[in-house]
């Protein structure tokens, strides 16, 4: 009964990512150890490392689930949707990232992965700025990937904001990325 | 001679903040153990710690004089300015600031001293942000605090870019940020 099998393969999936991401946030990238992982997720290392080959493979499975549901967010409600729900994530999961910044520096295999996770979704990201250049919503001096890139470099800076503890003042933010990516 | 024990402390001063900065860059700021400061700095514990009486206040010191320049070169360049300043920054240094963002989320008397280092050339900014506002240079429909808030976020995002090792493509940025800043 294949249908049982992946129903239950995908509870096991979801049961383990959930898990993964309580173990990061208490305990940071290094200090989740397999035992605390096997603890979080309540499930042997190797029933965890027969979905997910390694500890980066947990992690950037939650990273890719990260980018996807901003991408979504971003598709509903805008950017300032998004700018919203980055300020209110949990600072403990977004240092985890912080964590990680020298790793993906010095590999750069991981660096390209990790930077291109979620195509899809950012993919249609691209198509939808390039819609709304072409009916004059958004500059078009500036290709789309320039303006992406702009505005996931002020979701970056936001997420540092938000890692150090620091309040932030999202409305200004976003009256002020508007007027950057405004037709001239 | 006070004179010559002050050029001598001075001296002294430069040659602890260099090394330590060579140190913190190498090894990371937990990885900076009190042996390799004195390694690359050349003096005992008890000379450093006669001048900075803890790692952080060493850190500090340094993150101070970052502050400073960036401000010195916003006043004489322009934000432009800073941006490229902060993408030929040296990674391996950067990564430092991002060891320590869980700890100053959780002691928020090391994150208070540390968002109001070098208050100096802040006011002096914040003064330079106002004038401008006054003659139309700058959008005054925000005040200038958000402004330079903004310019801030948008730096954050560009350093965790250089950290992480990814290329920065820093004019369409310049271009992006003088089209929110403008008066609208």
């Known amino acids: 009964m294949p249908?049982?099998?992946s129903a239950h393969r995908a509870k096991r999936r979801r049961q383990i990512l959930d898990g993964a991401r309580k173990a990061f946030s208490r305990h940071g990238y290094e200090g989740a150890t397999v035992p605390r992982l096997e603890k979080a997720i309540g499930l042997s290392r190797g029933a965890i490392f027969s979905y997910?080959?390694?500890?980066?493979?947990?992690?950037y499975a939650l990273a890719e689930e990260d980018q996807a549901r901003a991408g979504e967010i971003w598709l509903e409600e805008g950017f300032g949707g998004v700018l919203r729900h980055i300020a209110k994530e949990r600072p403990?999961?977004?240092?985890v990232y912080f964590e990680l910044t020298g790793m993906l520096r010095?590999?750069?295999?991981?660096?390209?992965?990790?930077l291109k996770r979620s195509p899809e979704v950012n993919a249609r990201l691209v198509e939808r700025v390039r819609a709304m250049q072409r009916t004059a919503e958004l500059r078009d001096d500036l290709d789309a990937e320039q303006?992406?890139?702009?505005?996931?470099?002020?979701?970056?800076g936001i997420v540092v904001a938000v890692a150090a503890g620091a309040p932030v003042d999202?409305?200004?933010?976003i009256r002020l990325v508007s007027a950057a990516i405004a037709p001239q």
């Open 92 to 95: 403990e999961w977004i240092g």
């Open 52 to 59: 997910f080959p390694s500890k980066w493979d947990l992690f």
């Open 106 to 114: 010095t590999r750069p295999e991981l660096r390209e992965q990790f």
């Open 147 to 156: 303006l992406g890139r702009f505005m996931g470099i002020v979701l970056d």
């Open 170 to 173: 999202i409305d200004p933010v």
């Open 3 to 5: 249908k049982v099998s």
